[in-house]
């Protein structure tokens, strides 16, 4: 099982730590997220708690 992605960690951070490619996490237009972008923001962003 997998932790939660912590709030407070930036696009970058978690992209390079869960070994993914640049770019695979995207805004809902369909393009890239900014890498200093936290996941806090992203999350209210789509109404998740």
Known sequence: MVRKIRSDAT???VEKTRGL???TI???N???TRSDKTVKTI?????KK
């Open 11 to 13: 696009v970058g951070i």
């Open 26 to 28: 995207r805004n809902k």
């Open 43 to 47: 999350r209210k962003e789509s109404g």
């Open 30 to 32: 369909g393009r890239d």
């Open 21 to 23: 490619p640049p770019g």
